[in-house]
Nanobody, 123 residues
C-alpha cells in the first residue's frame, strides 16, 4: 500500500497550489480519502475529506471556500486545490485513506498515510 503525495512548494500569499496523491496497493475507489496538515510545533489537523461512494465532501472551517478536494478513481488519485493561500496555511500536507470514512477530527484513525508534501506560503 502506498500513497504518494506531490505538488507542494513555495508560493506567495494569495497564490494557489494543487496537491496530488496517487494511491496504489488497495482498491482506491472503495476508500474514503482526505487531506491533513501539520504545521511546525502543532498537532496534525484534518482539512478536507471525501467519501468513497457518494463523493460527499467536508472542509475545515478555515479552508472553506478556498480549498477543493476531488478524486479521479480512474487514476487512483486525490487532489487538493488550494487558492488564496495565506502564511497560516504553511504546513506539511498529508493525504489519507480509510476503508470506512475519514474523520477530520481523528487523525489517529487513519489507515493509510501519504508521506507528506511541504507547502510554504511566504513573500
Amino acid at each position: 500500500v502506498q500513497l504518494q503525495a506531490s505538488g507542494g512548494g513555495l508560493v506567495q500569499p494569495g497564490g494557489s497550489l494543487r496537491l496530488s496523491c496517487v494511491a496504489s496497493g488497495f482498491n482506491f475507489d472503495q476508500y474514503a480519502v482526505g487531506w491533513f496538515r501539520q504545521a511546525p510545533g502543532k498537532d496534525r489537523e484534518g482539512i478536507s475529506c471525501m467519501s468513497n461512494r457518494e463523493g460527499v465532501t467536508y472542509y475545515r472551517d478555515s479552508v472553506k471556500g478556498r480549498f477543493t478536494i476531488s478524486r479521479d478513481n480512474a487514476k487512483n488519485t486525490v487532489y487538493l486545490q488550494m487558492n488564496s493561500l495565506t502564511p497560516e496555511d504553511t504546513a506539511v500536507y498529508y493525504c489519507a485513506a480509510n476503508s470506512d470514512r475519514v474523520v477530520l477530527s481523528a487523525p489517529g484513525t487513519v489507515e493509510y498515510w501519504g508521506q507528506g508534501t511541504l507547502v510554504t506560503v511566504s513573500s
